[in-house]
């Protein structure tokens, strides 16, 4: 246990910075004209809106 140390507590920690030497996460990028989530969540409120409005004329 040359890197690990007995914290306060008495749990083990380790010294050693995890994942140090991971490459960064990418970020999830949209195609050229594919909406994004955030569209469809619109969309979809907008035609829900649409149907409810119609439903109250009739």
Do not use: C, D, W
């Not at 083990?12 to 469809?40: A, D, I, W």
């Not at 409120?45 to 409005?53: A, P, T």
């Amino acid at each position: 246990m040359a890197e690990e140390a007995i914290s306060s507590n008495g749990f083990v920690e380790n010294n050693q910075v995890v994942g140090s030497n991971l490459p960064p996460l990418k970020k999830k990028r949209n195609l050229p004209g594919t909406p994004g989530k955030k569209l469809h969540h619109h969309i979809l409120l907008f035609f829900l809106s649409l149907f409810y409005s119609f439903m109250m004329i009739i």
